[in-house]
């Protein structure tokens, strides 16, 4: 799909399907008599009859636009998109009131209309319709900004893109070596990015004991990555991503139905990667370092038992009592080796961790966790001007001993069945630097769509992407 600002009038542009908003002065020109005053999202098709040079004409219910998020408006372009392929429109022109962002609108059409086809045999990817062109109607005045918009949202799209396709690809490819491959690919021939990879011997030496004590169920070997950004500027941010490539529980196996989607459990990693996809186009000026944990979780005859104890990184010991509470294990690695090896400034990480998030936030709404205001404001700030959907929730520590162990410092499972998403952060926290502002978002419901959604397909959402990439170029 391929973008462009035009300053060309709706009655004399050439396109398959033209969208226009309804209430607008566009919509009039094109709709004359007809007053169709659709609820937001709703679309209306006209046929042109030769009126235009456009041969269809989708009148798009806006809704009041001062109430218009960046999501509605991202979701509203993904429907104009959808429609757009059920017409087979090669070229779409869509009439951008002077209000609103040409960033979202390609957002919109861009993920609204993505599809994972890479293993589909070639006679069914043939079918598969494609918008060709799609041309972002303005004014003299706003060209600039729009061009602009269509830059950013085509780069933000692809480090999206580059998320899902990681999580959709199937977890026998996306092995922990090959996202340390993917990692390693990114960084070359950038001279201010830089990639470390750690395997069992290094990670030995380091004394991750905890992810090392995970990977042991399975034959692949687990990955440690460090992903390096100089953008400058004096600030220095790490994200940290849960990277479990594929999670069947361990010997606390999961049932069928509950595995079936377990290859979304690097969807953390995969939006890291993402996001670094994209620093040397988007070039923040801001350092970012990257940490991804990647192993698999399997129950293989030297797995990890309940009951055994590890010693974290920051020499923290945990008692394993339930093998599927596999992700905080990990993490637990990753954020003593955030506290330990790297100067930051903030601490982020994402992690498809627990149900109970889901039940508590749906599937669309990830759970941010921390103690700290300022980071929690600028991260809420960045999901909502990015489009994505982030809510606070407690890091109550009058639930602390729900963590303690009898035999170690502290167990991975809390041993009631309330407050999931809470204990499997305040588990996190016995890890995580106490002199650095840390959030961590819990984000196992948004991380994979299990049934299609406007703006998310079935698969990989790619969600984080957004508003960490918004995040890293509102700071500064
Ligand atoms: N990867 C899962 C969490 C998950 C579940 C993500 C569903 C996305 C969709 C995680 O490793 C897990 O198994 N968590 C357990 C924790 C429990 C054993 C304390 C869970 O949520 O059931
Ligand atoms: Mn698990
Ligand atoms: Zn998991």
Not at 42 to 69: M, Q, W, Y
Not at 123 to 146: D, G, Q
Not at 413 to 424: D, E, P, V, W
Request: proline letters at 4%.
């Amino acid at each position: 799909m391929k973008f462009q600002a035009k300053v060309t009038d709706v009655t004399k542009i050439e396109a398959d399907l033209l969208a226009v908003f309804a209430g607008s002065e566009e919509a009039r020109k094109v709709d004359g008599a007809e007053e169709f005053d659709g609820e937001q999202g709703d679309i209306l098709f006209l046929h042109s009859h030769g009126n235009i040079p456009a041969k269809r004409v989708a009148i798009v219910g806006l809704g009041k636009i001062s109430e218009l998020t960046v999501s509605d408006l991202q979701t509203i372009a993904a429907k104009i998109g959808k429609k757009a392929k059920e017409v087979a429109a090669k070229t779409v022109a869509i009439a951008l009131p002077k209000e609103l962002q040409a960033q979202a609108i390609v957002e919109g059409l861009t993920l609204g209309t993505y599809t994972f086809s890479k293993h589909k045999s070639e006679e069914t990817r043939n079918k598969e319709k494609h918008i060709e062109e799609v041309s972002i109607l303005t004014t003299p005045p706003k060209l600039n900004a729009v061009v602009a918009g269509i830059s950013r949202g085509e780069t933000v799209s692809q480090a999206v893109m580059f998320a899902r396709d990681l999580v959709n690809e199937p977890p026998s490819f996306t092995t922990p070596t090959h996202l340390a491959d993917v990692a390693g690919k990114l960084v070359k021939g950038h001279a201010n990015m830089s990639c470390e990879v750690f395997g069992p011997k290094e990670m030995k030496t380091l004394g991750m004991e905890a992810i090392l004590g995970i990977a042991r169920g399975s034959d692949e070997e687990p990955r440690f990555i460090h992903l390096s950004y100089k953008g400058g500027g004096g600030k220095t941010v790490c994200l940290v991503g849960k990277g479990i490539t594929f999670d069947t529980g361990g010997l606390s196996l999961k049932d069928s139905k509950n595995m079936e989607t377990m290859k979304l459990d690097m969807a953390g990693a995969a939006a890291i990667l993402g996001v670094f996809s994209v620093l040397p186009i988007l070039k923040p000026n801001i350092n970012v370092v990257g940490l991804i944990a990647a192993t698999e979780n399997m129950p293989g005859p030297k797995a990890i038992k309940p009951g055994d104890v590890v010693a974290a990184m920051n020499g923290k010991t945990i008692e394993i009592l339930n093998t599927d509470a596999e992700g905080r294990v990990v993490l637990a690695d990753a954020l003593s080796y955030a506290g330990a090896k790297v100067k930051s400034d903030a601490i982020v990480d994402l992690a498809t961790l627990t149900g109970a998030c889901m039940v508590a936030l749906g599937e669309e709404i990830a759970g941010m966790f921390t103690d700290d205001v300022t980071l929690a404001e600028e991260l809420e700030r960045a999901a909502t001007d990015s489009g994505e959907h982030i809510w606070s929730m407690p890091l109550a520590r009058q639930y602390k001993e729900l963590v303690k162990s009898d035999v170690a410092d502290v167990k991975n499972i809390s041993g009631t069945k309330y407050g999931g998403a809470i204990n499997g952060a305040l588990f996190l926290a016995e890890f995580a630097p106490l002199s650095v502002p840390w959030a961590h978002l819990d984000i196992a419901g948004p991380a994979f769509a299990e049934k299609d959604a406007p703006l998310t397909p079935k698969g990989g959402t790619g969600f984080g992407v957004r508003m960490l990439l918004q995040w890293l170029l509102q700071e500064k």
